[in-house]
């Protein structure tokens, strides 16, 4: 029951799971069990066979929602529940609308701790279980790692997609997808929105770059086969490929835009149709779609999201998929621009979306599929097949059988040193040497001992990490330099810039973290004048390794693909020389003054030379 006095639900005890669950157990067992492990679908069929209308709809939507307890969120997070929902509680919101899945969010308050969000997790299917014909929830995430992470440390995190293809192996793939996978689903979450199956040929490219394992589509391929097995052998947690059919190719971030993708339908099967093929052999749970317009696919002018020939003529009948399919958020703007958000879901369901992922309005969104059924524009028996994939992977994961989870679950599979060893581990491979003029790394201690830290310090991507300028110190420290750190952010005054030069001529050598830096940016202005002090200057990319070509005086340069801790961590142990760089680039970095020129190709990247 809820346990007010800290506003997290307990663990329920096993008489209140059986009792919570024995409806649906009962309705399922095979030949007499209680606990079946592969319901078949005439099982399934009838459950949503006892479902009312409004439940039906319900099951098609996985929503946001704020707080950190199901029943007893902080005010604020209230607050903001009844603004954009209407509902006060993850409890009340489940109660209401009966949905099939609830997507957790740092920014929603969702993900403090992994205690938490066990509770969390047990609060919402309590919430669910305790409805008439109530089923499980199905909890989802982005835990892509690297730049996009929603459940922080003391969990496992791992390096960037981008990263992973620097480091070029598939069993360290299938390693981040089986731990990750244990971890999440020991934290009651058990829908994964990763790996992400976009080739990033295109490097202004503002929403995808890193999370993207890089530029070669039979690479990329490989890759995401890898970390799907590893999920699959996670065995409670579905991988999720994304974004479908590509959002590789585009300068605009479909968040805020509506990008067109204008590649042939040749290029389209040679170049981004690779990864999504290897994950429907795979065995992929579920594909996110993406809210891209591609002509030659579809030239209606509809997002991918809403193209039926998309959807169902390649995905489902081409690609021979009948997983689940699940939108992108459908707030973003890139499926907003021709339809009203009464139209979108709708015209979603008609195109072959099985999940619809969190509307800017649940209950305008609810609401227009209900009014669609009744009114005949979608007949019920669309939504069933739907619900059915949707039971089907419910089924698949067991939350029909053991839909909480335990905090003894917690501390026995979430960040567990074994697991931050194999991060570690597998960081120290994908760190990338691009540049090392002179043999200036390793640097010795001996003979550079104080080092100065500078560069630009991005939030976290989980809130946990960080801040990039003091983790770099802090090892460095460890390492056995006297390193002190000085944050110039990604865009330096004068002034801040005036500063790093001072301490710059205090140091006997200085590394300088840059963030996308282009020819205008104040990033490379601080370089120049940090080269112009003398002083030895060692910078790594800590986002996109494209930095590299708008920095050509720097004498040694290194990608780290991001900048959560363990990445920065083994960068700052090649920069020492504990490990040697074992990274290749996975994509291509073509000249600052000449982009029709490749500077280093894929497969560049340097090591130390021994003796």
Known sequence: MPDTSTGNATTPSRRTVLAATAGLTGALALGGTAHAATPDDKKLRALIARMTLPEKVGQLFVMRVYGHSATAPDQADIDANLKEIGVRTAAELVARYRVGGIIYFTWAHNTRDPHQIADLSNGIQQASLTQPRGLPVLISTDQEHGIVCRVGEPATLFPSAMAIGAGGSRKDARTLGRIAGRELAALGIRQNYSPVADVNVNPANPVIGVRSFGADPAAVAGMVAAEVAGYQHARQLAATAKHFPGHGDTAVDSHYGFPVITHTREQWDSLDAPPFRAAVRAGIDSIMTAHIMVPALDDSGDPATLSRPILTGILREELG?????????????????????????????????????????????????????????????????????????????????????????????????????????????????????????????????????????????????GPPTGVLAAALTELGFTATALSTGTAPSAATIARAVTAAREADAVVVGTYNVTASSAQKALVEQLLATGRPVVAVAIRNPYDVAQLPGVRAFLASYSWTDVELRAAARVIAGRVAPRGKLPVPVQRADDPSRVLYPVGHGLSYRRG
């Open 321 to 465: 998929y009948d997983g689940l399919v699940v939108t992108d958020s459908l707030g973003m703007e890139g499926v907003r621009t021709k339809y009203g958000d009464d139209r979108v879901p709708v015209l979603a369901l008609k195109a072959g979306v099985d999940q619809l992922l969190n509307p800017p309005s649940l209950d305008i969104a609810w609401n227009a599929v209900l009014k669609a059924v009744q009114g005949g524009e979608l007949t019920e028996a669309r939504l069933d097949e739907s619900i059915l994939r949707i039971l089907r992977l419910k089924a698949k994961l067991r939350l029909l059988d053991e839909p909480y989870v335990s905090q003894g679950g917690v501390d026995r599979h979430v960040g567990t040193p074994s697991h931050l060893r194999a991060a570690d581990r597998i960081a120290e491979r994908t760190t990338t040497l691009l540049v090392n003029e002179g043999a200036l790394l390793p640097l010795s201690r001996r003979t550079h001992p104080k080092v100065l830290v500078v560069g630009a310090d991005p939030a976290s991507p989980s809130g946990t990490t």
